[in-house]
C-alpha cells in the first residue's frame, strides 16, 4: 500500500472549521454577533493574530460580515452555502428549475406523510399567505412560509435543510418572475388552495401536477 501524506491544518484553519461547526451546531446563528477578539484568543488558547486569521478567512468567504465600530456578524451557515450563494446570485433561472425539482419531490413526501399537526400548520401558513397585499417581496416570503411548512411536512430533514437553505433565493426568484408581470394573485391563491387539499387527502399525483401548476404559472 503507498504512504499517505496526511496534511496537519493550521491553527487558524483549525478555529475557523470549529467556528463553523458552532454554526452548524446551533450555538451560533446567522444575525448572531462573534464573541470578542479578547474572548476568542482565551477559548481557543492562541494569539490575536491566529483568531484574526481564522475570522478573515471566514470573512473572505462570506460566512462572516466586519462591521467598523461594532464587531462580526455570522452571515450564512458556512463555506458551502457562501459558495451556492455565489453560485444562486450569477444564474437565478436554475434557481427556479432546482426549485421545482425539489419540490415535486417534497410534495410527494409530504401528501404521503403528513400528520394532522403537519397540516395545521401549513393551513396556518396558507390562510396568512393569502390574506396579505403587501409589497412583492413581502409576498414572496409569506408564500416562501407556506412552502417551508409543507417541507416539515415531508418529514425528510434533508429535504427540509437544502429547501430552507436556498429559501432566500427562491423568494428572489419569484420576486424577478412577478415584477412588471400582471397580478395572478388570485389563481395563484386557488392554485395554493387546491395544494393544501391534495396534501390533506393524501394524493400524491394531485399534488405533484399542482406544484408544477404554481411554478409554471
Request: glycine share 4%.
Given at each position: 500500500?503507498?504512504?499517505?501524506?496526511?496534511?496537519?491544518?493550521?491553527?487558524?484553519?483549525?478555529?475557523?472549521?470549529?467556528?463553523e461547526r458552532?454554526?452548524?451546531?446551533?450555538?451560533?446563528?446567522?444575525g448572531?454577533?462573534?464573541?470578542?477578539?479578547?474572548?476568542?484568543?482565551?477559548?481557543?488558547?492562541?494569539?490575536?493574530?491566529?483568531?484574526?486569521?481564522?475570522?478573515q478567512?471566514?470573512?473572505?468567504?462570506?460566512?462572516?460580515?466586519?462591521?467598523?465600530?461594532?464587531?462580526?456578524?455570522?452571515?450564512?451557515?458556512?463555506?458551502f452555502?457562501?459558495?451556492?450563494?455565489?453560485?444562486?446570485?450569477?444564474?437565478?433561472?436554475e434557481?427556479?428549475?432546482?426549485?421545482?425539482?425539489?419540490?415535486?419531490?417534497?410534495?410527494?413526501?409530504?401528501?404521503?406523510?403528513?400528520?394532522?399537526?403537519?397540516?395545521?400548520?401549513?393551513?396556518?401558513?396558507?390562510?396568512?399567505?393569502?390574506?396579505?397585499?403587501?409589497?412583492?417581496?413581502?409576498?414572496?416570503?409569506?408564500?416562501?412560509?407556506?412552502h417551508?411548512?409543507?417541507?416539515r411536512?415531508s418529514?425528510?430533514?434533508?429535504?427540509?435543510?437544502?429547501?430552507?437553505?436556498?429559501?432566500?433565493?427562491?423568494?428572489?426568484?419569484?420576486?424577478?418572475?412577478i415584477?412588471?408581470?400582471?397580478?395572478?394573485?388570485?389563481?395563484?391563491?386557488?392554485l395554493?388552495?387546491?395544494l393544501?387539499?391534495?396534501?390533506?387527502?393524501?394524493?400524491?399525483e394531485?399534488?405533484?401536477?399542482i406544484?408544477?401548476?404554481?411554478?409554471?404559472?
Amino acid at each position: 500500500m503507498d504512504k499517505i501524506k496526511l496534511i496537519k491544518l493550521s491553527l487558524p484553519k483549525q478555529i475557523s472549521n470549529e467556528i463553523e461547526r458552532s454554526i452548524k451546531r446551533g450555538e451560533l446563528s446567522v444575525g448572531d454577533k462573534l464573541p470578542s477578539e479578547p474572548e476568542l484568543v482565551a477559548l481557543f488558547g492562541v494569539s490575536r493574530n491566529t483568531v484574526r486569521e481564522a475570522i478573515q478567512s471566514l470573512i473572505q468567504a462570506g460566512v462572516l460580515e466586519s462591521r467598523q465600530g461594532d464587531g462580526t456578524y455570522v452571515m450564512l451557515s458556512g463555506r458551502f452555502e457562501a459558495n451556492m450563494v455565489h453560485r444562486f446570485y450569477e444564474s437565478m433561472d436554475e434557481v427556479q428549475e432546482v426549485r421545482l425539482s425539489l419540490e415535486k419531490e417534497i410534495v410527494k413526501f409530504a401528501a404521503a406523510r403528513r400528520t394532522d399537526n403537519d397540516l395545521e400548520m401549513i393551513r396556518n401558513a396558507l390562510e396568512y399567505r393569502n390574506s396579505k397585499n403587501d409589497s412583492v417581496i413581502e409576498n414572496s416570503q409569506w408564500d416562501m412560509e407556506f412552502h417551508l411548512a409543507i417541507a416539515r411536512a415531508s418529514h425528510n430533514s434533508i429535504f427540509y435543510d437544502l429547501y430552507s437553505s436556498i429559501s432566500t433565493f427562491i423568494c428572489k426568484s419569484v420576486e424577478k418572475r412577478i415584477t412588471g408581470k400582471e397580478t395572478t394573485g388570485g389563481m395563484l391563491n386557488q392554485l395554493h388552495i387546491d395544494l393544501y387539499e391534495a396534501i390533506c387527502q393524501k394524493n400524491v399525483e394531485k399534488a405533484e401536477c399542482i406544484i408544477i401548476a404554481i411554478l409554471k404559472s
